[in-house]
């Protein structure tokens, strides 16, 4: 099992409410997830990098990303769950109303089938690779899912610079009880300089997208949002695949 979790609450506002990587709001929200442990990297077709929500007019939509750096013939997994775990409430820390996306896959050469459910109520099935992606009866839910850049943004250079900077002073550094180093107002290690590394690469130039020329595996649910606020205008969204 490979869980990407935000455990993230966000209030779905409207239209304008759009949430970004990271989320609007987020309580635990963690970064991009590449690579990871062995098990899970044994079978990339089951490894999260990004989780992604936005808010579309009337629709809640969310992207998982999975596979890193896919490559031609990519396939998603036809022995595993890929699920959008999403739960709502009236307030922050308390979403308790579960509504589940789960799609599984069949087929070992593309196109390939999906089936998705929508809790208990939507259902889609059919080849979701084609730009429009499937759609239930009445609309209310679609899905796309098929290989495509990875939307990630990364300046791995620039990160790589700014952890080595912080480690060489390390020992002269006071931290917070949550790890966090106390960063001077000024010199080698104060926020305005790290902040100009992760915005740079080594020598000062411009940031470069270390995944600008990597692909990945795309599963993109878009549902009618009072399906996933049933419980109240919060709602707490985590993706998580299951292998068998």
């Known amino acids: ?53 936005w808010m579309d007019g009337s629709n809640f939509v969310a992207a998982m990303t999975l596979y890193p750096a896919a490559g031609t013939g990519t396939l998603f997994s036809d022995s595993a769950q890929y699920v959008i775990h999403t739960t709502s409430g009236a307030t922050y820390g308390a979403t308790s109303n579960k509504y589940d996306i789960i799609c ?39 899905v796309f899912a098929a290989m495509r850049a990875d939307p990630f943004h990364f300046n791995l250079a ?19 009880d949550s790890g966090c180093p106390i960063l001077p107002p000024t010199g080698a290690v104060s926020a305005a300089t790290l902040r100009s590394q992760l915005a740079t690469q080594v020598d000062g130039g411009p940031a470069v997208d270390f995944f600008q020329s990597l692909n990945a595996l795309a599963i993109v649910i878009s549902i009618n949002k009072t399906l996933v606020t049933a419980g109240g205008p919060i709602v707490s969204v985590w993706g998580a695949t299951y292998g068998t």
Request: proline share 4%; hydrophobic share 40%.
């Open 104 to 142: 599984t896959f069949t087929g070992t050469a593309a196109p390939q089938t999906v089936q998705c459910w929508g809790g208990t109520n939507e259902y889609v099935t059919g080849d979701p690779s084609g730009t429009s992606g499937i759609s239930s009866k009445d609309g209310s839910f679609k």
């Open 158 to 176: 620039g990160f790589k610079n700014t952890v080595a900077t912080v480690q060489s002073v390390e020992g002269s550094l006071t931290f917070y």
């Open 1 to 53: 099992m490979k869980i990407r979790g935000w455990i993230t609450t966000t209030a779905l506002v409207g239209a304008a409410g759009i949430l970004t990587a990271g989320l609007l709001v987020h309580r635990a929200a963690r970064s991009a997830d590449h690579l990871d442990s062995p098990a899970v990297v044994a079978d990339p077709a089951i490894d999260i990098a990004d989780v992604y929500t």
